[in-house]
């Protein structure tokens, strides 16, 4: 019976160091711990807790370079010496499906076919009416 214990709490040991379980600080690790309508960012400031936010809306500030709206793997390590990876947005999320981060870095619609054009942007049945024709 011995050796068996000393088998399973070999595993276990092994086993808890391979895979340490993130900080239960942390509130996201990357955005598929998030909504739908939300992406996961770590701030700036010296052991920033990365979280959950919503995506931009019109008029919302963004990035407007393509690089900087995706995400970014990153290791953070905390004073309690907890670390985790990453794969966070840095300071923004980026603009909501259908808007795009213009050079004034604030999310704006999309122009033309891109745009998104839904039944509920229409008050006017006229105007419904001749979509159908």
Do not use: W
Request: hydrophobic share 30%; with cysteine.
């Amino acid at each position: 019976m011995g050796k068996l214990s000393l088998a399973v709490v070999t595993i276990l040991v092994v086993t808890v160091t391979a895979y340490p379980s993130k900080p239960s600080f942390l509130g996201c690790q990357s955005s598929e711990d998030c909504g739908v309508d939300e992406c996961c960012v770590l701030g700036m400031m010296r052991y920033s807790v990365p979280t959950c936010r919503p995506l931009g809306e019109e008029g919302d500030t963004c990035r407007p370079h393509s690089d900087d709206v995706q995400p970014q793997n990153i290791t953070v390590t905390y004073p309690d010496g907890s670390s985790a990876d990453l794969y966070v947005h840095t300071m923004l999320c980026p603009c909501a499906t259908g808007l795009e981060c213009s050079d004034g870095m604030s999310c704006t619609g999309l122009d033309g076919a891109g745009k998104l054009m839904l039944r509920e942007d229409y008050t006017d049945v006229d105007d419904l009416n001749h979509l159908r024709r």
